[in-house]
């Protein structure tokens, strides 16, 4: 079924024996512009209010990034600090939907991860990812900060490997690097070998105790009861960020490139 649709890409959810995989897609390295974050948030929701679904799989489409994070072209359109915020919140909305969703998130990352992609990966419950799966955030490098995902990637990574990501916004790490900082639960040679993973994980949880499942999660995501307001916060920084002209300069000579 398909949740939501645009010219500029979709978020496709499909229920497969208790099994939900929600996908996103768009042609620019798979960015997220607003509206696909509003329908990825809208899609795990959903999901998380099914009794049928036991586990969910978070996905992106084609074969190169797994996600490029903001969409610059939405970045540069906006015109005042409220519009600013309007965007970072679907991020905050996205991490929060992740958070509460009952059900256990195994993300597949078959690319590299940029910016809030990061953020994606850390707030699902098991990344499961290929070698050459490479994270950058590089919120610093655009004239922002990594404020809304950065709660999600510090609780998972520690202080220390975020304000690694943090500072050095330039710098690829390697998905080895990742993984040995607890981004990524399991690395494999090869996208066969990840998606063979993927599917064992999720239909080993399919046969867990559900109730079980659910406690689990509010026990590892004890102590972020209050990320509705924090990440909101985080989204008005961002939101007047956005707007100064070192910022847009900097996303013009990212867009470049």
């Not at 996905?59 to 072209?73: H, I, Q, T, V, Y």
């Not at 690829?172 to 607890?182: D, F, I, M, N, T």
């Not at 559900?210 to 307001?229: R, S």
Request: glycine share 8%.
């Amino acid at each position: 079924m398909i949740t939501g649709n645009t010219k500029d890409g979709y978020v496709k959810t499909e229920h497969h024996r208790g099994i939900t995989t929600i996908e996103f897609f768009h042609p620019q390295s798979n960015s997220l512009p607003g509206i696909l974050l509003e329908q990825l948030a809208h899609a795990i929701h959903g999901a998380g209010n099914d009794k049928e679904t036991k586990v969910i799989i978070l996905r992106a489409g084609g074969e190169k990034a797994f996600c490029a994070g903001a969409s610059f072209d939405e970045l540069l359109a906006v015109e005042n600090a409220e519009q600013g915020f309007q965007f970072f919140i679907g991020f905050a909305h996205l991490i929060n939907a992740m958070r509460k969703c009952p059900q256990f998130i195994i993300a597949r990352i078959h690319g590299k991860c940029v910016g809030g992609a990061v953020g994606l990966a850390a707030a699902a419950d098991y990344a499961i990812a290929v070698h050459g799966a490479d994270v950058k955030l590089s919120e610093l490098a655009v004239g922002i900060g990594p404020f809304v995902v950065g709660p999600a990637v510090e609780r998972k990574m520690g202080l220390a490997a975020f304000s690694t990501l943090s500072i050095d916004a330039t710098m690829w790490r390697s998905a080895e690097w990742a993984h040995r900082k607890g981004l990524y639960a399991e690395l494999h040679n090869s996208v066969e070998e990840m998606d063979e993973a993927v599917h064992r994980l999720a239909d080993h949880l399919l046969h867990s105790n559900p109730h079980a499942m659910a406690l689990m999660k509010e026990m590892f995501w004890k102590g972020t009861e209050h990320w509705d307001t924090l990440l909101a916060e985080r989204a008005s920084f961002s939101g007047r960020l956005v707007l100064s002209e070192f910022s847009r300069h900097a996303i013009q000579q990212f867009k470049k490139k």
